[in-house]
């Protein structure tokens, strides 16, 4: 079988997109070019809205703001924040306690002085205005994303250079929030105040990325551009209004770097297969379940791991303390809860099989959601689920390129068959993927059915050995899309990747 080196070879600029709603595992697979390939490790787009789960050496970590490749600091690897990210300096110092915190060093980080920074008052209107999922609004992350970005499209933000001027930081932060922000009672003096001890923090990595991103590739330097969230939650191309406020396509995270995508020997478009995930509301043409799903996953905690695993495998689990600690925030008491629902998942997987085979479609979407642990990495709000769905991938591929990288087939373990989408009706005629969400929302899919699998697709090493129905299903993608898939994930850990072509 083909090696790393056989798919690298002679390239010098490898990214990493996602072509569905995000949440497909691109930071393990930024993790796996940071370790064994690349120097340089940048990211272009979003902010605190990410959360790349990534697992060393059975150590899980989530980062929300630095590149994956931040732990391999020591090893002269350069991990950078670029120009079209939006910063919560707050967040990014608590990533920066964390990483002291194990003792790991971030000597080579750089953090782009053209990228944005994220204001108090920025959340607010965020968490008002875009959060709030029961009464439809579009569900964000409530990180101060759009309303941050939209500041930026306004020519007011806050760039990171202004925080080292004090009277440009000042007369900008006036000109910002009398013009934008009427009716919100801001403090400045506290606002500039509160900046203080983050940005003199974060002064020593603060830098022209752009122009060392383009000496970088001068230099020759392998380059890794890692995307944020999903294609489909592209401002450009995804499903507007429920979407993110950045270009999260190839273009935009290359652009989000100072690059040209043309630069990009290898994009590679992550795809969770044999399903996929959605976050917030929003058309989601293969549901498990549709709008009942989508209804459910609104109520965001109330349908939590924890309620889940207590409601749908009947585990003893006292929920009203769970509620209290998350309340109180207590991550140390939390922590111990959740590795407990993970070892009881693990322990009950039979009972998650015989979810995952419901004929029931929502029973069906609960079971991949426990078996994938598809609970959000910044929010942990239930994710909805639904099926691998080629014909948004087809369109996807349009803005992302034609290589593919499948992820968590290993959930459906125990599944008797699975089902891809490949065709959408709309009021009786044959419709291609379509961004406007009033039809998408009305479209019916048609579906092609695969044999289900019980092998422990973790021991694979050989894709010529995986089950006859996955192989059929990636024969079946490829033709379908016209791309080709080059990497399969089977499980968490690095080690756990086959190389395909
Ligand atoms: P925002 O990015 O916080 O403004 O949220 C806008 C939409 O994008 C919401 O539907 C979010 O759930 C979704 N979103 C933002 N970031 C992510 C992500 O990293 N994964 C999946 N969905 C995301």
């Known amino acids: 079988m083909p090696s790393l080196?056989?798919?690298?070879?002679?390239?010098?600029?490898?990214?990493?997109?996602?072509?569905?709603?995000?949440?497909?595992?691109?930071?393990?697979?930024?993790?796996?070019?940071?370790?064994?390939?690349?120097?340089?490790?940048?990211?272009?787009?979003?902010?605190n809205n990410a959360g790349h789960t990534t697992v060393i050496n059975g150590k899980k970590r989530i980062f929300h703001l630095i590149p994956a490749g931040i732990v391999y600091d020591k090893d002269g690897k350069v991990n950078v924040l670029g120009n079209?990210?939006?910063?919560?300096?707050?967040?990014?110092?608590?990533?920066?306690?964390?990483?002291?915190?194990?003792?790991?060093?971030?000597?080579?980080?750089?953090?782009?002085?053209?990228?944005?920074?994220?204001?108090?008052?920025?959340?607010?209107?965020?968490?008002?205005?875009?959060?709030?999922?029961?009464?439809?609004?579009?569900?964000s992350t409530g990180r101060g994303i759009g309303p941050c970005y939209s500041d930026k499209t306004s020519r007011k933000g806050i760039f990171i250079r202004d925080l080292y001027d004090e009277d440009t930081l000042r007369a900008k932060l006036e000109t910002l929030t009398e013009e934008l922000y009427p009716g919100f009672e801001v403090n400045m003096e506290e606002v500039m105040a509160d900046l203080k001890p983050f940005a003199d923090r974060i002064k020593p990595f603060v830098r022209d990325t752009i122009a060392e991103m383009h000496r970088f590739y001068r230099e020759g330097k392998k380059i890794l551009l890692e995307g944020a969230q999903g294609l489909v939650l592209s401002i450009e191309f995804g499903t507007v209004p429920y979407a993110t406020s950045s270009d999260c396509s190839l273009n935009g995270t290359a652009s989000g770097v100072g690059l040209s995508a043309k630069l990009v020997d290898l994009p590679l478009g992550i795809v969770?297969?044999?399903?996929?995930?959605?976050?917030?509301?929003?058309?989601?043409?293969?549901?498990?379940?549709?709008?009942?799903?989508?209804?459910?996953?609104?109520?965001?905690?109330?349908?939590?791991?924890?309620?889940?695993?207590?409601?749908?495998?009947?585990?003893?689990?006292?929920?009203?303390?769970?509620?209290?600690?998350?309340?109180?925030k207590d991550t140390l008491a939390l922590a111990v809860h959740e590795r407990k629902v993970v070892e009881y998942i693990k322990a009950n997987r039979e009972k998650v099989v015989e979810l995952i085979n419901s004929d029931d479609p929502f029973i069906r979407g609960v079971g991949i959601r426990i078996a994938g642990a598809e609970y959000g990495a910044t929010t942990k709000?239930?994710?909805?689920?639904?099926?691998?769905?080629?014909?948004?991938?087809?369109?996807?591929?349009?803005?992302?390129?034609?290589?593919?990288?499948?992820?968590?087939?290993?959930?459906?373990?125990?599944?008797?068959e699975f089902e891809l989408v490949d065709g959408y009706e709309l009021d009786g005629r044959d419709i291609e993927f379509t961004r406007d969400c009033s039809k998408l929302r009305r479209v019916q899919v048609r579906t092609?059915?695969?044999?289900?699998?019980?092998?422990?697709?973790?021991?694979?090493?050989?894709?010529?050995?995986?089950?006859?129905?996955?192989?059929?299903?990636?024969?079946?993608?490829?033709?379908?899309?016209?791309?080709?898939?080059?990497?399969?994930?089977?499980?968490?850990?690095?080690?756990?990747?086959?190389?395909?072509?």
């Not at 993790?31 to 390939?37: G, I, P, V």
Request: proline share 4%; with cysteine; hydrophobic share 35%.
């Open 5 to 47: 080196d056989d798919l690298v070879r002679g390239m010098q600029v490898v990214a990493v997109v996602c072509n569905q709603w995000g949440d497909t595992g691109k930071g393990k697979f930024s993790d796996y070019f940071a370790m064994q390939w690349a120097d340089v490790i940048a990211r272009g787009t979003g902010g």
């Open 84 to 139: 079209g990210m939006v910063i919560d300096l707050k967040v990014l110092c608590s990533e920066l306690d964390e990483l002291d915190s194990e003792g790991m060093t971030y000597n080579n980080l750089m953090v782009s002085e053209d990228a944005q920074v994220i204001l108090p008052f920025q959340i607010d209107r965020d968490k008002k205005k875009n959060q709030p999922l029961k009464n439809k609004g579009i569900g």
């Open 272 to 328: 969770k297969f044999p399903y996929k995930t959605r976050v917030g509301n929003g058309p989601f043409p293969s549901e498990y379940g549709g709008l009942a799903s989508e209804e459910y996953c609104a109520a965001g905690l109330e349908h939590d791991m924890f309620y889940e695993v207590k409601e749908y495998l009947g585990m003893d689990l006292n929920l009203s303390e769970i509620r209290a600690f998350q309340k109180a």
């Open 381 to 416: 709000r239930p994710r909805r689920t639904g099926m691998t769905d080629l014909v948004a991938l087809k369109r996807a591929m349009l803005h992302n390129g034609p290589n593919i990288v499948l992820t968590k087939p290993d959930v459906f373990r125990g599944a008797k």
């Open 448 to 501: 092609r059915r695969f044999a289900g699998f019980d092998d422990d697709l973790a021991s694979l090493t050989d894709y010529r050995d995986a089950p006859s129905g996955i192989k059929e299903a990636i024969d079946y993608i490829e033709e379908f899309t016209g791309g080709r898939v080059r990497i399969m994930s089977t499980g968490a850990e690095q080690s756990e990747t086959i190389i395909i072509k």
